[in-house]
C-alpha cells in the first residue's frame, strides 16, 4: 500500500524559510508525478507545485521564484522548499502522487495523498 508522509511544517515569521518533507513508500513503480497542494482555513485546496518522473517542475503563479520541488529518488522523497514566506501561504500543506501516464499538471486526478503538515507565517 503507498503512502505518503509529510513532515517539515512549523511557525514561522514573514520572510522566514522552510522545507517540508513527504516520504513515500511502498509502491512497486515511480510515481508519474508528484505535487504539493495547500489549503488555508476556509480556502480551497489549491496546487502549489508538481514534479513529474523526468523532474520536469510547474509552479503556481503566487510561488513562483520563492519555492522550489525537488524529489530524492535515493531516499524516497519530496520536498518544497519555501523562501520569502508570506502570511498568505499559511496552510495545511499535502503531497499527493499519481501513476496516470502522460498526465502531469495540477488538475490531474492524483490519486494518493498524505495527512498534511501546518505552516504558519506571521506578520
Known amino acids: 500500500q503507498v503512502q505518503l508522509v509529510e513532515s517539515g511544517g512549523a511557525s514561522v515569521q514573514a520572510g522566514g524559510s522552510l522545507r517540508l518533507s513527504c516520504a513515500f513508500f511502498?509502491?512497486?513503480?515511480?510515481?508519474?508525478?508528484m505535487a504539493w497542494f495547500r489549503q488555508a482555513p476556509g480556502k480551497e485546496r489549491e496546487g502549489v507545485a508538481l514534479i513529474d518522473i523526468d523532474g520536469t517542475t510547474t509552479y503556481e503563479d503566487s510561488v513562483k521564484d520563492r519555492f522550489t520541488i525537488s524529489k530524492d529518488n535515493a531516499k524516497n522523497t519530496l520536498y518544497l522548499h519555501m523562501n520569502s514566506l508570506k502570511p498568505e501561504d499559511t496552510a495545511m500543506y499535502y503531497c499527493?502522487?499519481?501513476?496516470?501516464?502522460?498526465?502531469?499538471?495540477?488538475?490531474?486526478?492524483?490519486?494518493?495523498w498524505g495527512q498534511g503538515t501546518q505552516v504558519t507565517v506571521s506578520s
Open positions: 499527493a502522487a499519481h501513476w496516470l501516464p502522460g498526465r502531469c499538471v495540477l488538475s490531474s486526478p492524483f490519486t494518493v
Open positions: 511502498g509502491y512497486a513503480y515511480s510515481p508519474v508525478c
